[in-house]
Antibody, heavy 121, light 107 residues
Framework: QVQLQQPGAELVKPGASVKMSCKAS????????MHWVKQTPGQGLEWIGA????????SYNQKFKGKATLTADKSSSTAYMQLSSLTSEDSAVYYC??????????????WGQGTSVTVSS | DIQMTQSPASLSVSVGETVTITCRAS??????LAWYQQKQGKSPQLLVY???NLADGVPSRFSGSGSGTQYSLKINSLQSEDFGSYYC?????????FGGGTKLEIK
């Protein structure tokens, strides 16, 4: 069965960077786009960007350009998101989600458990 | 960017009632819309894709409808396990924005 495994929590200092992982199993990692979503109580769900592990192509929400960097390691079926220059506004839960294909349509059909990032000194 | 306006923001309902949640896109998204359910402390789960198609395992009391800029999620005969938050998301060009969410609470 499809699974996306994410670490539960990260505590990082302001100004630092964090690189979080999303290990995929149960499907062909290189055949599906992996998306990343930010969730905060005040802002709801925000789409950060996506990576196609097959060739490394990425797409970002303009809002997160310069903040998020998406990469993927085909050998370990793991997607990564690095967030840089962290501030308190980056404190949130971050999800990875696979996007499935349904004919000409798409949807996030599998989600990781989320990584809770707390930015604090 | 396409804006997704979801309403209502919250709803207090009783088990057995029927509810409808709506999502309006700022431009035509040609049915490229998904609905998700999220329970407290859990990840969102896919309910509906392509505006009207139920994802695998989703009970038939859920239904999606709409076209163009207006979409709805209807839940017939609410069950206790249906309480939580619901979000719409479009897939018509990046960024794939979400609606603001609807929190369904027990009356």
């Amino acid at each position: 069965q499809v699974q996306l495994q994410q670490p539960g929590a990260e505590l990082v200092k302001p100004g630092a960077s964090v690189k979080m992982s999303c290990k995929a199993s149960g499907y062909t990692f290189t055949s599906y786009n992996m998306h990343w979503v930010k969730q905060t109580p005040g802002q709801g769900l925000e789409w950060i960007g996506a990576i196609y592990p097959g060739n490394g192509d990425t797409s970002y929400n303009q809002k997160f350009k310069g903040k998020a960097t998406l990469t993927a390691d085909k050998s370990s079926s793991t997607a990564y998101m690095q967030l840089s220059s962290l501030t308190s506004e980056d404190s949130a839960v971050y999800y990875c989600a696979r996007v499935g294909y349904y004919g000409n349509f798409y949807a996030m059909d599998y989600w990781g458990q989320g990584t809770s990032v707390t930015v604090s000194s | 960017d396409i804006q997704m306006t979801q309403s209502p923001a919250s709803l207090s309902v009783s088990v057995g009632e029927t509810v409808t949640i709506t999502c309006r896109a700022s431009e035509n998204i040609y049915s490229n819309l998904a609905w998700y359910q999220q329970k407290q402390g859990k990840s969102p789960q896919l309910l509906v894709y392509a505006a009207t198609n139920l994802a695998d395992g989703v009970p038939s009391r859920f239904s999606g409808s709409g076209s163009g800029t207006q979409y709805s999620l209807k839940i017939n005969s609410l069950q206790s396990e249906d309480f939580g938050s619901y979000y719409c998301q479009h897939f018509w060009g990046t960024p794939y924005t979400f609606g603001g969410g609807t929190k369904l609470e027990i009356k």
